[in-house]
Nanobody, 115 residues
Framework: QVELVESGGGVRQPGGSLRLSCAAS????????MGWYRQAPGKPREFVAS???????NYVGSVKGRFTISRDNAGNTMYLRMNDLKPEDTAVYYC?????????WGKGTLVTVSG
C-alpha cells in the first residue's frame, strides 16, 4: 500500500512562484517513477511532469522552462517548482507514483493563479 500526500498549493498572481511537495510512504520499490498531473475545472486530468528513480525527467510542453521537477536523495519526496505562473496553470495538482505496474494517486492540492 502506497500513500501520497501533496502540499504547497495556494493562490498566486500571474508571474508568481510556488513549490509543491509530495511525500510518499508505504511499500515502494526503488525502481519507480513519480509525477505530477493536473486537472482544471471542466477539463480532463493531464500529465505535467515526471521523474524516474534514475533522475530522468519529462515535461508537458506548456510548462517546459517554467516548472522543475525533482526528488530528494531518499527518493520518497518529490517537488514541483513552478515559476512564471499563468492563469492557465490553475488546477488541482495530483501526485502520482508508478512502480511495477501499480499506480497510486494523492488527493490533490489546489493551485490558483489569478489577479
Amino acid at each position: 500500500q502506497v500513500e501520497l500526500v501533496e502540499s504547497g498549493g495556494g493562490v498566486r498572481q500571474p508571474g508568481g512562484s510556488l513549490r509543491l511537495s509530495c511525500a510518499a510512504s508505504g511499500s515502494i520499490s526503488s525502481d519507480n517513477t513519480m509525477g505530477w498531473y493536473r486537472q482544471a475545472p471542466g477539463k480532463p486530468r493531464e500529465f505535467v511532469a515526471s521523474i524516474a528513480s534514475d533522475g530522468t525527467t519529462n515535461y508537458v510542453g506548456s510548462v517546459k522552462g517554467r516548472f522543475t521537477i525533482s526528488r530528494d536523495n531518499a527518493g520518497n519526496t518529490m517537488y514541483l517548482r513552478m515559476n512564471d505562473l499563468k492563469p492557465e496553470d490553475t488546477a488541482v495538482y495530483y501526485c502520482h507514483l508508478e512502480t511495477g505496474g501499480m499506480h497510486s494517486w494523492g488527493k490533490g492540492t489546489l493551485v490558483t493563479v489569478s489577479g
